[in-house]
């Protein structure tokens, strides 16, 4: 009988690998991309199996170079034994595509692009190429499950590890949820160790780890010994746009120097000569805007945000350069995000450092425990919540220094509570020296903050929230 999905952590891959009856071994006994004994010959009999497969790489340590990618095509649950491997490629391609499986798990295997990559040279494909692509099946129930144990991706122009449960695929979009629809599917990751570096620079929006989840099904991810860093857009982004919850459960994941494809200091040329104005009953329409450079190296990198008035016009507007976030959490619909973040260090990144958002009905859980978020270019951590829920937060031994933005901010906008806990914890020299927590209650609920043996040395700022300082 084969094992419930959730037996199928990396913990238990053993079994996969020692209980013949319950799975196919395949061999792959060169490093040629195609051919006898290749791995996209076992990737093609696993597909066409209707057991689960185990694929072994018989030699260590060697590289497969693949001009246009490998390919997984079936419903099958995949277990590929990569031995030291580096699936590699001197194009713009996708290294490893999996399409439908209901289980995928990768242990010990290097995805390597040909890196470069940046603003001024983006990459060639029609889709930028990612380092793994798991596309959930339309019609996938249960529990869809991404095991990676000793994997690193690095030096490809778009998404580094991309889990789509999204019709819409690569214009599912993000932020609030984006568009399309997806399968009733849950999608599980289990992570460890698992290293992301010098991805998503050929192209705008893409992240070292994406998750996009359209249907009513949550995403849950678990993680030990992470790194994304030199990301060009997110270092990790959940995006789960419908019913559903986001939970979460590292422990030492460290996200650094991640979000600068739209490098301000490139796109500041580009900008209009006035990127922000105010009009007073001028007729003026969005059209007749200053608009940037034609020759910007990439549109997308701008934001327009306008006020208008009764009449269509526009009262004021600002243009921004949109860089990205550390951990960037988006939960649309009714559900919660329930995170759980222990040792971990958030340095460096061009936007936030963790920022999560909560748009629904459902509330924003979440345990900051070890944590240091020193030096990001905006907030260390930023928790929003937009609809009817609350906003917990307990923060143990945390540190927030340098940061841009302010150190820890909450807000609460709708009806429900905003309840903070500070313990052991200590900011100092963020906003300019002026601000390093910010709680404030918006809506009908209550707010209170607790400051328990911390030290705030640039302040605590509330609004509808009781402050009490032990």
Do not use: W
């Amino acid at each position: 009988m084969t094992p419930p999905l959730n037996l199928l952590s990396s913990a238990a891959l053993a079994l996969c690998l020692t209980a013949p009856a319950l799975a196919e071994t395949l061999m792959v006994t060169n490093f040629y991309p195609t051919g006898p004994g290749s791995l996209q010959e076992a990737l093609d009999a696993a597909a066409a199996s209707d057991a689960r497969t185990v694929i072994y790489i018989t030699q260590a340590d060697g590289t497969i170079t693949t001009e246009v990618g490998l390919r997984y095509e079936g419903r099958s649950p995949l277990v590929i034994m990569g031995n030291g491997v580096t699936i590699a490629s001197d194009n713009d391609v996708t290294l490893l595509s999996a399409i439908g499986p209901q289980v995928l798990a990768i242990i010990a295997t290097r995805f390597t692009g040909p890196g470069g990559f940046s603003l001024a040279n983006q990459g060639t494909g029609e889709t930028p190429g990612k380092g793994v692509f798991l596309d959930v099946a339309e019609d996938a129930e249960g529990v869809v499950s991404l095991v990676l144990t000793n994997v690193a991706v690095s030096g490809v122009a778009g998404h580094g590890i991309h889990v789509s449960d999204c019709t819409l695929a690569d214009d599912c979009g993000s932020g609030d949820g984006g568009a399309g629809e997806g399968s009733a599917a849950s999608i599980q990751l289990e992570l460890n160790r698992v290293h992301i570096s010098d991805v998503g620079q050929g192209s705008f929006d893409a992240d070292g780890l994406r998750v996009d989840e359209r249907g009513p099904g949550s995403i849950d991810l678990t993680g030990v010994n992470l790194v994304a860093t030199g990301v060009g857009a997110d270092g990790f982004e959940l995006d789960e746009g419908q019913a559903g919850d986001v939970i979460v459960d590292l422990i030492r994941a460290n996200f650094i120097e991640n979000g600068s494809y739209c490098d301000p200091a490139v796109l500041a040329l580009f900008l209009p000569a006035l990127p922000e104005g105010e009009f007073e009953d001028s007729g003026v329409i969005i059209a007749d805007l200053p608009q940037p450079a034609e020759d910007t190296p990439d549109m997308d990198c701008f934001e327009l945000e306008v006020e208008t008035i009764e009449d269509g016009s526009v009262e004021e507007y600002e243009y921004s350069i949109d860089v990205d976030d550390g951990f960037d959490i988006d939960e649309a619909g009714p559900g919660s995000i329930i995170a759980t973040l222990s040792i971990g260090q958030m340095l460096g990144n061009f936007d936030e450092g963790y920022d999560f958002d909560e748009h629904g009905p459902g509330d924003i859980d979440v345990v900051f425990t070890g944590i240091i978020g020193n030096g990001n270019i905006d907030d260390a951590i930023k928790l929003s919540e937009e609809g009817p829920g609350s906003v917990y937060v307990t923060a143990t031994a945390v540190e927030a220094s340098s940061n841009g933005g302010v150190g820890i901010v909450a807000e609460e906008d709708d009806a429900g509570d905003l309840m903070m806990t500070l313990i052991s914890s200590a900011t100092a020299g963020n906003d300019g020296g002026d601000l390093g927590v910010e709680a404030v209650q918006d809506g009908h609920g209550e707010g209170n903050v607790y400051v328990v043996d911390s030290e705030m040395a640039d302040g605590i700022e509330t609004d509808g929230v009781t402050l009490d300082v032990d």
